[in-house]
């Protein structure tokens, strides 16, 4: 979608390697989420920005990290990545209006 | 806990008639709702939205009914299409106490021909 894009769209990693997906927005939004999908769970929230330097854990945290150096810029670290870390992340912009959240495409991440 | 759920995780309806989709939600201090759409391989959508001073928003063929004694609302869909079938999630919010989404398992929907 215009103005949101996620990288890598797919990725496969080992268990134990350490994984960083990158969301870049170009809407000059001061907050950015990430989220992932699961079956049977919806959308849960991992982390989220409200501004350069400035983050906040989620409902889902644990193993994950983040880091906001640039307003366009939102990255998710996985330190040390776990198989049940496969799924699907999303990452959003928002609120815009009465619309909520802007989502990028997802980011397919399988831990083997 | 699951502050919104979504208790039918699939729904099947033939082409032309009407789909309802179901959320329940705990938490009395939501008062904004969200439904989003999702394709495969693709982020969700905005599709529609409430407000919890109102019991009904119709757009087009989508209308989401909100009751707020019951907890619950519902995004009806009439008349269904094919192009209608992918995963709906529902979503609440506290308007203005932060920008957090909170959002149900989600409902596939299957309309067939």
């Known amino acids: 979608d215009a103005g949101i894009t996620q990288s890598p769209r797919h990725k496969v990693t080992e268990t134990g390697t350490p994984v960083t997906l990158r969301c870049h927005q170009t809407e000059n939004h001061r907050y950015m989420y990430w989220y992932r999908q699961d079956p049977g769970h919806g959308l849960r929230l991992i982390h989220y920005s409200y501004g350069v330097k400035d983050t906040d854990k989620g409902e889902v945290s644990d193993g994950y990290s983040v880091s906001r150096s640039k307003t366009e810029d939102f990255l998710l670290t996985l330190e040390s990545a776990t198989s049940s870390q496969t799924s699907v992340y999303f990452c959003?912009?928002?609120?815009?209006?009465?619309?909520?959240?802007?989502f990028g495409s997802g980011t397919r991440l399988t831990v083997v | 806990d699951q502050q919104v759920k979504q208790n039918s995780p699939s729904l099947s309806v033939q082409e032309g008639r009407i789909s309802i989709l179901n959320c329940d939600y705990t938490?009395?201090?939501?008062?904004?709702f969200l439904w989003y759409k999702k394709y495969p391989a693709e982020g969700p959508t905005f599709l529609i939205s409430?407000?919890?001073?109102?019991d009904k928003n119709e757009d087009g063929r989508f209308t989401v009914f909100l009751n707020k004694s019951a907890k619950h609302l519902s995004l009806h869909i009439v008349p269904s299409q094919p192009g209608d079938s992918a995963v709906y999630f529902c979503?609440?919010?506290?308007?203005?106490?932060?920008?957090?989404?909170?959002f149900g398992g989600g409902t596939r929907l299957m309309v067939k021909p």
């Open positions: 959003a912009i928002g609120p815009q209006g009465r619309h909520g959240y802007t």
């Open positions: 938490n009395s201090m939501f008062d904004y």
């Open positions: 979503a609440a919010k506290v308007y203005n106490a932060g920008n957090m989404l909170t």
């Open positions: 409430i407000s919890s001073i109102k």
